[in-house]
T-cell receptor, first 109, second 115 residues
Framework: EDKVVQSPLSLVVHEGDTVTLNCSYEVTNFRSLLWYKQEKKAPTFLFMLTSSGIEKKSGRLSSILDKKELFSILNITATQTGDSAVYLC?????????FGTGTRLKVLA | GAGVSQSPSNKVTEKGKDVELRCDPISGHTALYWYRQSLGQGLEFLIYFQGNSAPDKSGLPSDRFSAERTGGSVSTLTIQRTQQEDSAVYLC?????????????FGPGTRLTVL
């Protein structure tokens, strides 16, 4: 059965800290892995990682994909209170993405 | 429109009633998805539309759930004879293509509460 597991479930840090969020998966016919940030209801897209793009960076956020070990990490450096959200990982063999339950990050001022 | 819109934003209904949830995707997006997110859970795939192809309904949890997409644009998710376990946030997303690796743009969701 295909599955996506995220860890930790929740995390509390102070502003300026660096955090690493984990996403491991077992999916038949892997095609891509997506990271989303969900603050209220609508998830907003962060990164897409595929076989041809295993490392992405945008500002303080970066992500890598390890296709051999079947996991991805999302790094956030110099965290800010605005980074507080649930971070979702989704893995797709095709269009039917399988989502993890997310990591709830709280950044304290 | 500029983004995916959904209505209503909140819906409270009594057990046994039918509800209709609406999704307006981004103009020109051919793929449309419905997901359900229960409290503290990840997104659960419900149904997928791509152009004029037959939808993938494999994620619908029971025959009380149905969805349609008229004219390749607006979609309606209908839940008949609602049950308390149907309470969740229902999210709609659209993308420009169904191919793997295409970013899905999400709407703000409809929070359904079944009393």
């Amino acid at each position: 059965e295909d599955k996506v597991v995220q860890s930790p479930l929740s995390l509390v840090v102070h502003e300026g800290d660096t955090v690493t969020l984990n996403c491991s998966y077992e999916v038949t016919n892997f095609r891509s892995l997506l990271w989303y940030k969900q603050e209220k209801k609508a998830p907003t897209f962060l990164f897409m990682l595929t076989s041809s793009g295993i490392e992405k960076k945008s500002g303080r956020l970066s992500s890598i994909l390890d296709k051999k070990e079947l996991f991805s990490i999302l790094n956030i450096t110099a965290t800010q209170t605005g980074d507080s959200a649930v971070y979702l990982c989704a893995v797709g063999p095709t269009y039917k993405y399988i989502f993890g339950t997310g990591t709830r990050l709280k950044v304290l001022a | 429109g500029a983004g995916v819109s959904q209505s209503p934003s909140n819906k409270v209904t009594e057990k046994g009633k039918d509800v209709e949830l609406r999704c307006d995707p981004i103009s020109g997006h051919t793929a449309l998805y419905w997901y359900r997110q229960s409290l503290g859970q990840g997104l659960e795939f419900l149904i997928y539309f791509q152009g004029n192809s037959a939808p993938d309904k494999s994620g619908l949890p029971s025959d009380r759930f149905s969805a349609e997409r008229t004219g390749g644009s607006v979609s309606t998710l209908t839940i008949q004879r609602t049950q308390q376990e149907d309470s969740a946030v229902y999210l709609c997303a659209s993308s420009s293509n169904s191919g793997a690796g295409n970013e899905q743009f999400f709407g703000p969701g409809t929070r359904l509460t079944v009393l």
